[in-house]
């Protein structure tokens, strides 16, 4: 009995002093009592209400029928759960997240319904403005997307479908000399603005280590130390990147690059030989000291190149091994495609839209 | 999750894929697993079929951490997919991996 009594306290304590707001109605849904968080939320006192009808909260932002579904789920599973748009006593209209539950009271047979509601206006605002956040900082990382090189020699374009609104991955290439250009693609860890601020700090970056240091080995080794340097040497969390990077000579038909820890590039030279390009490295930024390797291939008329980001992977829901005869198949039926048709060919027919992870594709024909 | 200590290594066992849902779990289990007394760490991944970035880069960071405390850090179990995954970053230019639990325990007790 002591034990019921001191629980019974226990229980008005809560009911007094929660946080959220609370309101009990009876089966005629005449309020029957409310919390002082009621009263903080909507302005009205528990004098005003006792007895009244919840509509006095009403917002008239809400038709007849959504209310008739917030009946029929509480009458069919004894329970409703949402947002819902309502009056304060001075006018102001507020949103709240709300639950009511129906709870029948055994002894008396009485049905009562119990609402727990809390003020989230302030906090769908903030939601509001976060989103035009990403919408600016994807119409950012949009701009900095490079212009298609569509020449004699070499073609290099790209598309880039975001799982969300902005992602970690990015791609550029730029001219060395009138023979060469560098091509990188990089899929920074994670997902989201922390992935897209990673992604556009190495952005910013890239032209300078690329074409001041063109070498495959270097290029990477720079990037290894610019990613630890901004991003591992202060965080307890290990920032990195996997990137491919490519040095096209088309004066020699020949390819540098280093893989680091990225998916294979799936190159087709001219003799209908497809390599996959795997060499490399672990993942930029891991390690501050990194063995990396190069490879170098060559292709004597004509070759065409796909390189990807492992989000192509998944949205597939394949494995890599798998993914690579394919694409090995489908560049050895369109190879008599031009670029642009190629490229097109990709986007409409074979590569899936993005489920977990971003996709980036950057295809390159080259002609010697 | 982790097995007794009166082992000379620790076994951390993980059953599901790590994803955003959850990767705090996944980073606090690591994090016991670095702090144990073993100076032989064991991540057994049977049944595990997907690892998202995050899960690779902590598993990078504990494999560095391990070596500076001088503990071998061992990846055993692989599935199919995951077996890939790694080859693909090239984690074995850093990370031990093998194939059953017992070859494992059997190379880091050598």
Redesign the interface.
């Known amino acids: 009995m002591e034990l019921d009594n001191s629980y019974l306290k226990l229980s008005k304590e809560i009911f007094a002093n929660i946080l959220e707001g609370f309101m009990i109605t009876d089966n005629h849904h005449r309020i029957l009592d409310v919390n002082a968080s009621f009263t903080r939320i909507t302005g009205f006192s528990r004098e005003e209400v006792i007895g009244e009808n919840p509509r006095i909260l009403k917002s008239g932002q809400h038709g007849p029928e959504f209310y008739k579904n917030i009946l029929r789920s509480i009458g069919e599973d004894g329970k409703w759960v949402g947002e819902i748009w309502n009056c304060k006593k001075n006018g102001e209209f507020y949103l709240q997240w709300q639950s009511i539950v129906s709870i029948k009271d055994e002894q008396s047979g009485k049905k009562y319904f119990v609402s727990v509601f809390t003020d989230i206006t302030e906090q769908k605002k903030y939601e509001h403005q976060l989103v035009k956040d990403l919408q600016l900082a994807k119409t950012l990382q949009e701009s900095l997307a490079p212009q298609a090189i569509l020449e004699d020699k070499i073609s290099i374009s790209a598309f880039y479908w975001p799982s969300r609104d902005i992602g970690g991955d990015m791609y550029a290439w730029f001219p060395i000399d009138q023979n060469r250009y560098g091509v990188i693609l990089v ?1 920074v ?2 997902s989201g603005v922390s992935a897209s601020l990673i992604s556009m700090s190495l952005r910013a970056l890239l032209r300078g280590i690329i074409t001041r240091l063109v070498e495959p080995i270097a290029v990477m080794t720079e990037l290894n130390i610019q990613m630890r340097r901004m991003f591992s040497s202060s965080s307890p ?4 990147c ?1 990137a491919i990077y490519l040095l096209v000579d088309t004066s020699q038909g020949r390819i540098e690059y280093v893989n680091a ?4 590039g799936i190159f087709l030279n001219g003799n209908e030989e497809v390599h996959l390009l795997e060499q ?4 930029v930024g ?2 501050s000291d ?2 990396i390797e190069k490879e170098v291939q060559f292709y004597e008329q004509a070759g065409r190149m796909i390189l990807y980001t ?1 989000g192509w992977v998944d949205s597939a829901g394949s ?3 798998v993914h690579h005869e394919r694409i090995a198949q489908v560049l050895r039926e369109n190879n008599h495609l031009s670029h642009e048709t190629f490229v097109e060919f990709l986007q409409k027919n074979v590569v899936n839209r993005p489920t ?2 971003d996709i980036s594709v950057v295809a390159l024909t080259l002609k010697l | 999750m982790t097995e007794g200590n009166r082992t000379p290594y620790e076994v951390l066992g993980w059953v599901e894929d790590v ?1 955003i849902k959850n990767i705090d779990l996944f980073r606090h289990s690591l994090s016991q697993l670095i702090e144990s007394e073993p100076s032989i760490l064991i991540l057994d991944l049977e049944k595990v079929n997907y690892l ?3 899960a ?3 598993i ?2 504990t494999a ?1 951490e391990a070596r500076k405390r001088n503990k071998k850090f061992i990846i055993c179990n692989l599935e ?2 995951v077996e ?1 995954i790694f080859r ?4 074995e ?2 990370i031990s991996f093998f194939k059953t639990k017992a070859e494992a325990v059997d190379y880091g007790t050598r």
């Open positions: 899929d860890m994670g969390i290990l920032y990195y996997t820890g990225h998916p294979a490399g490295m672990v993942p891991l390690m990194p063995e492992d494995t890599f091994k977990i992870d | 994803t998202n970035s995050s690779l880069g902590m990078a960071q560095i199919e997919t890939e693909v970053v090239k984690f230019k850093f």
